[in-house]
């Protein structure tokens, strides 16, 4: 397997609505971090249209749940 493939397959692809219904953030916020480097950046699929890839969305969501520290006993 070559550096450019990962071992992990790649996620279906996710419109900004999905990763709306994933993540509680605005459009704009989701864009906004997305461009600063705070969130995944999209995958341009055509000149008008962007996707996700799930899998950077699930990461990025399980990074998140790992900074709050361990559970409270």
Do not use: C, Y
Request: glycine residues 6%; charged residues 30%; positive net charge.
């Amino acid at each position: 397997m070559s550096a450019a493939h990962s071992e992990q397959p790649a996620g279906r692809f996710l419109t900004i609505a999905e990763v709306m219904m994933q993540v509680p953030f605005s459009r704009t916020t989701i864009w906004r971090w997305a461009k600063e480097g705070k969130f995944p950046k999209s995958i341009p699929l055509g000149s008008r249209k962007s996707a996700w890839d799930e899998n950077e969305i699930a990461a990025w969501k399980e990074a998140r749940k790992g900074e709050r520290g361990p559970p409270d006993s």
